[in-house]
């Protein structure tokens, strides 16, 4: 134990993410919980993330999550 299998926050963001929706912890709604616990997780390791929310006509709230694009970025 102590040994990180993913060195880099990001990564161990995306396996977080990954996990929380093919593991669904909830009866609906499992992308947006981990999109937020992964965001949550990466403001905890010292990054800012900022969210944009999809362009162009409107999404309907079910496409919602795969047009979200998260980028992070370390604080200053």
Known sequence: MGTLVYPE????AAALLHLLV?????????????AAVAGAYLTAS????????PR?????YSKTMDALLI??????
């Open 9 to 12: 926050a990001h990564d161990r």
């Open 22 to 34: 093919r593991v669904p912890a909830l009866e609906s709604r499992n992308e947006l919980f981990g």
């Open 46 to 53: 010292g990054l800012t993330v900022t969210v944009q929310p």
């Open 56 to 60: 162009g006509p409107h999404v309907p």
């Open 71 to 76: 980028e992070p970025t370390p604080h200053p």
